[in-house]
């Protein structure tokens, strides 16, 4: 199984991105799905979470800014963030993983990160 993020960039605070992660290997519409990131000095933290049947799950601190969602056509899954803020700074990884009740388990299966850098 390959993930391939692409879409950091620069980006000013309120302003918007789109990252993607492209699937091979598996099919994405079949497993759990989510979004992690990393800011300097910090412990990688989930950001938004998908199953198979397309229930979500967001931290507090992106829910109702942040969106993920896939198109099983391109077996890619998105993320689109709103209303960006200068503590969103970090590199986002999409990973593969599980549902335990409520609870998403990563997998050792990342994509290779992409930056996202919110300037004030």
């Known amino acids: 199984v390959q993930l391939q993020a692409s879409g950091g960039g620069l980006v000013h605070d309120g302003g918007s991105l789109r990252l993607s992660c492209a699937a091979s290997?598996?099919?994405?519409?079949?497993?759990?799905m989510a979004w992690y990131r990393q800011a300097p000095g910090k412990e990688r933290e989930l950001v938004a979470a998908?199953?198979?049947?397309?229930?979500?799950k967001y931290a507090d601190s992106v829910r109702g800014r942040f969106t993920i969602s896939r198109d099983d056509g391109k077996n890619t899954v998105y993320l689109q963030m709103n209303t960006l803020k200068p503590e969103d700074t970090a590199v986002y990884y999409c990973?593969?993983?599980?549902?335990?009740?409520?609870?998403?388990?990563?997998?050792?299966?990342w994509g290779q990160g992409t930056l996202v850098t919110v300037s004030s």
């Open positions: 990973n593969k993983g599980l549902f335990r009740a409520t609870n998403y388990i990563a997998t050792a299966t």
């Open positions: 290997g598996t099919i994405i519409s079949s497993v759990s």
């Open positions: 998908m199953t198979s049947s397309g229930h979500t």
